[in-house]
């Protein structure tokens, strides 16, 4: 810890030491051996060091500290063992018990909320980004100003003892707070604005759109690097996606569909993420097809897979086209699961991006969900109009081209809003 007690959890050069906390409780249906896997993984991806993860059965709550006053003092003594700088709870914590827990450990306590934030703000490239993970931390640190410990710093410069001057103090930290508040969503509908413009170009750009979603490190990101023979940033971590990262793809059969990267999905994603990170979860509300990923290897895909459906149907995209896309089957897999999605999913296609194993069934089966809410249309192309063949493979899945002695008959499934100049071609009666 550095010497002005400053709390900087992203400090690469000095790993803060983590002790992390489960508990067990009846009504969580998620294995607590599960949930300390991944909020490990979570604790990686925020350059902590992890000392010990501790699983708390628990009978009750505790109002004023959540667990016993035996086990925080058990905490304690780690902590004092262990030179530990921080405890990082997988449950949320109210900012009351919050700043309980840090009064008696005298030491930084925060939850998997507050992990996920961090991450999201170390994440964000883009300028949307970066203020959406602006409002959703101020937003958070709202109710816990009085706290003794924070990484919230960079809104208020939090320090160890920091509790202000008074009710006064406080008053004016809340002011500054709800003042940036105002400011960051006045400057976020800025730039959603030119969002949505750069949106409406490409949706009336006639080339159809995939959205790829799925559970965060499933292999998003490498399957749009590999299709585009692109350098996007990839990394074996969480969130390591948190913009939208469209490409246009040229597919089996020359048609061309423009895929758009997501920010990756997890459970339990505090809600005011959600709805912070709406401009790149809304690539699926405007898409033709969805792409769901899947870590085949994950040691709890269902779990994977239902938390990628809850939030598809928040999103009201259940009922588009969709393909789910098995990856990294060159890993060892989680069978049990995988017998249970396969039983659910039937036409769930196994690839492995790394080794290009059944990518371009993928394809296929994108062409083929996307071209089954086309219409089978016949043109009659003059024989000088090579130009309108060019763009039928590239707009449409061309079905069939006869070249006659005056004309070239050609048959395809294109929606009519993607129809152009082929429309004046367009024959009335179809010719089988």
């Keep these: 810890m550095s010497n002005n007690n400053i709390i900087d959890l992203t400090d ?5 030491k983590a002790i992390l906390i489960i508990i067990e409780q009846q009504d969580n249906l998620v294995s607590p051996l599960l949930r300390k896997e991944e909020l490990e993984s979570l604790a990686k991806t925020m350059n902590v060091l992890v000392i010990d993860s501790i699983i708390i059965n628990l009978k009750k709550e505790n109002s004023h500290t959540f667990i016993g006053k035996g086990k925080v003092l058990e905490l304690k003594e780690l902590k004092e063992n262990n030179e530990i700088d921080l405890f990082i709870f997988e449950s949320d914590l109210a900012p009351s018990i919050q700043r309980n827990l840090e009064q008696i450990l005298e030491v930084c306590v925060i939850d998997r909320r507050e992990v996920i934030l961090q991450i999201f703000s170390d994440r964000a490239a883009t300028r949307e980004a970066s203020l959406q993970v602006e409002l959703a931390r101020l937003e958070y640190s709202l109710p816990r100003l009085t706290r003794a410990w924070t990484n919230l710093s960079r809104q208020r410069g939090g320090t160890k003892g920091n509790k202000g001057k008074g009710e006064k103090q406080l008053e004016i930290d809340r002011r500054l707070v709800l003042s940036k508040i105002t400011k960051t ?3 976020l509908e800025k730039v959603k604005k030119i969002r949505n413009t750069q949106r409406k170009t490409r949706l009336n750009s006639n080339i159809p759109t995939i959205a790829i979603v799925g559970y965060t490190n499933s292999g998003k990101s490498s399957l749009l690097r590999f299709l585009s023979n692109s350098d996007i940033f990839v990394e074996d971590k969480l969130f390591a996606t948190l913009d939208t990262t469209s490409k246009k793809i040229k597919m089996p059969s020359h048609r061309e569909m423009i895929f758009s990267d997501t920010v990756g999905f997890v459970s ?12 790149t979860l809304e690539e699926a509300t405007y898409s033709d097809v969805i792409l769901i990923v899947l870590d085949g290897s994950h040691p709890n895909l269902m779990g994977c897979y239902n938390t990628t459906k809850e939030t598809l149907k928040e999103l009201n995209c259940e009922n588009k086209p969709t393909l789910i896309m098995l990856n990294k089957c060159d890993l060892e897999q989680n069978t049990f699961d995988k017998a249970r999605l396969k039983a659910i999913e039937p036409n769930l296609i196994e690839t492995s991006v ?5 990518i371009d069934l993928v394809l296929k089966e994108i062409e083929n969900l996307y071209a089954s809410n086309e219409e089978i249309s016949v043109f009659e192309i003059p024989t000088n109009r090579h130009d309108l063949i060019y763009y039928a493979k590239r707009n449409s899945l061309v079905l069939d081209i006869k070249y006659e002695e005056n004309s070239i008959i050609l048959k395809a499934k294109i929606k009519d809003t993607y129809l152009g100049e082929l429309v004046n071609y367009k024959k009335s009666t179809p010719i089988l």
């Design 268 to 279: 339990n994603l505090p809600h005011n993420l959600i709805e912070a990170f709406n401009s």
């Design 12 to 16: 690469d050069l000095v790993l803060q």
């Design 185 to 187: 969503k006045i400057e």
């Design 354 to 358: 790394k080794n290009n194993i059944n």
